[in-house]
């Protein structure tokens, strides 16, 4: 089988580098990940050795970490926990929902040729969506949203998750 054509990508929000394996396997190469949490990057540079991994808020690290390289795909996987219904009637953190409108610093500034934005389905019945989405199509994009279950793709479990596509 032939590979597909090699294009680059950052992932931020990288989590252990779960979206960035699919985009690995495409032919993709991280060239930036981002995470909060230590024990997710360590894992994701296990993974993904050649990796710039940035243990720390996407909100503190700037897009021109990889000023001067071309980035193909932007991965992005805002914080869910404060869109997502498992958090019941707890009160939401509009900061933590917030932390989708930092994506948006590093489309205009890096330009990619493809966004993917992965969330929890409640994302969108969230205020601020349409806000999100104006802004990428204000940027030039033009968007796509999906809500895919897992079981549908082989996974032993039924997790549901909103991916908006830009192009």
């Not at 720390?56 to 997502?84: I, Q, Y």
Request: aromatic share 8%.
């Amino acid at each position: 089988m032939a590979r597909s054509a090699q294009f680059s990508f950052v992932d931020l929000f990288c989590g252990g580098g779960f979206g960035a394996r699919g985009a690995s396997s495409a032919g993709g190469t991280p060239l930036l990940s981002v995470d909060l949490w230590d024990i997710a990057t360590a894992t994701y540079k296990r993974n993904f050795s050649t990796a710039d991994v940035r243990t720390d808020k996407v909100e503190n690290v700037s897009p021109r970490a990889v000023s001067g390289r071309r980035v193909d795909l932007l991965l992005t996987s805002p914080e869910c926990t404060n869109h997502t219904h498992a958090r019941g009637s707890r009160p939401r953190n509009e900061a933590s929902r917030d932390t989708a409108f930092s994506s948006l610093e590093w489309v205009d500034s890096i330009k990619p040729r493809w966004i993917v934005m992965e969330n929890v389905p409640n994302m969108k019945s969230w205020t601020r969506y349409a806000e999100l989405r104006n802004e990428l199509m204000a940027l030039g994009y033009g968007i796509s949203e999906n809500v895919l279950c897992s079981s549908s793709f082989g996974v032993p479990q039924r997790r549901r998750r909103l991916f908006v596509t830009a192009d």
